[in-house]
């Protein structure tokens, strides 16, 4: 299970080049969410190429993997990682399975109804006008790049999550970071976006 739950932090998001530098302009939470919202309005899916970097504190390793993923409205996310960290992860709405190469079975997980993607999808169809109960949100840009901070109030796993991306829907850049001290940092490149994605495309 513990395979599952690094997976789960890797993706955290889906309800998103390098941290802001200190010119950058300062947006509220609202317009942060507003922004990130307006960027990926008209986007009904998406793929991408990934280079995950995993730092393991207990461990005092670094891992690192090549992938894929993809994406469709309103709920459905899935991830391929290639050898030495091979690992299939679909999230359908807020359930999660995990299946290794060498196991037969899937592992599963059930999160809680307010993480799950059609919720943060059904919030972000309208204008922002609030941010989700139970965060904090920061936001800056910096010419059409911006980055969104999102930090849980409660204490649990995740301690911060980073989303880097454009105006035009493309993201950069996703970091992790645990309170247990693990980071992952995942970039993005090769995004092509509404190619038509099935559910042939979201299977383990």
């Given amino acids: 299970m513990t395979n ?73 996310f899935f991830m391929e990682l290639h050898s030495p960290s091979a690992s299939r992860v679909l999230l359908k709405d807020n359930t999660l399975s995990l299946k290794l190469p060498n196991e037969a079975e899937r592992q599963n997980m059930v999160l809680p109804a307010e993480q799950g993607l059609s919720r943060w999808f059904a919030f972000l169809a309208r204008p922002v006008k609030s941010i989700p109960g139970g965060f904090d949100v920061r936001a800056e840009k910096r010419g059409t790049v911006l980055s969104l901070r999102i930090l849980p109030k409660t204490k649990g796993a995740l301690k911060e999550l980073l989303v880097v991306f454009r105006e035009d829907g493309r993201l950069v850049r996703l970091v992790i970071e645990e309170n247990n001290g693990d980071r992952t940092v995942m970039g993005f490149r090769n995004v092509k976006k509404n190619t038509g994605l099935t559910d042939k495309d979201f299977q383990l």
């Fill in 4 to 76: 599952l739950r690094h997976v789960l932090f890797s993706m955290f998001c889906f309800v998103v080049i390098s941290a802001p530098s200190a010119s950058a302009a300062t947006l509220s939470p609202v317009e942060g969410l507003e922004a990130f919202r307006r960027a990926f309005a008209g986007i009904r899916d998406f793929s991408a190429d990934i280079a995950q970097e995993k730092h393991l504190t207990l461990m005092k390793k670094k891992l690192t993997a090549n992938g894929t993923v993809r994406f469709r409205k309103p709920d459905s």
